[in-house]
């Protein structure tokens, strides 16, 4: 997969889960890296993700669209798809193009992962009542562009 593609899942996933956009360079980095360093690193990304998407169903956590998490989004989204760009060793002016594409792919994930939410909330079948069965499909789909990008980057 090109730059735009990978960016462009990055970001969506950074949409939907900011710490994904670390998680993800940090897993495609440390890759077949042994050692209490490469180790540590993958914990703490992992732990990341964990206690993001825990918080994500507490009931007191704001809309993603709001600010400034949705600027966080962004951010996370520009910024993981250029250290993705790095990790895969591609040429400086792709990680340009990853920092646009990532930024943009972060606002579409914002945006569609809370109309999935809403959606499910209000007109999707039971099944996706409470809110977190939503969520839980969220995070699913978060998690598997994530590892998609892991286990085709090429560091």
């Known amino acids: 997969m ?11 996933a950074a949409g939907g889960r900011a710490s994904s956009a670390i998680r993800t360079p940090v897993l495609a980095g440390t890759r077949g890296r042994s050692g209490a360093g490469p180790a ?4 703490l990304a992992n732990l990341a993700v964990l206690g993001e998407t825990v918080g994500d169903k507490l009931p007191t956590t704001p ?9 966080g989004r962004l951010v996370a989204g ?18 340009v193009v990853a920092a646009v594409v990532g930024l943009g ?17 209000e007109e999707g079948p039971d099944e996706l009542r409470p809110d977190w069965r939503a969520a ?5 789909v978060v998690q598997a562009f994530s590892t998609l990008l892991v286990r085709t980057s090429r560091p």
């Open 78 to 95: 520009a910024l993981g798809a250029v250290a993705l760009s790095v990790v895969e060793r591609r040429r400086p002016g792709a990680h």
């Open 2 to 12: 090109g730059v735009l593609i990978r960016s462009t899942v990055l970001g969506l």
């Open 136 to 140: 839980a499909i969220e995070d699913t």
């Open 63 to 71: 809309a993603r669209t709001g600010t400034p998490q949705v600027y």
């Open 105 to 121: 792919a972060a606002w579409a994930g914002s945006y569609a992962g809370t109309a999935w939410r809403r959606w499910a909330a």
């Open 40 to 43: 540590l690193l993958r914990a």
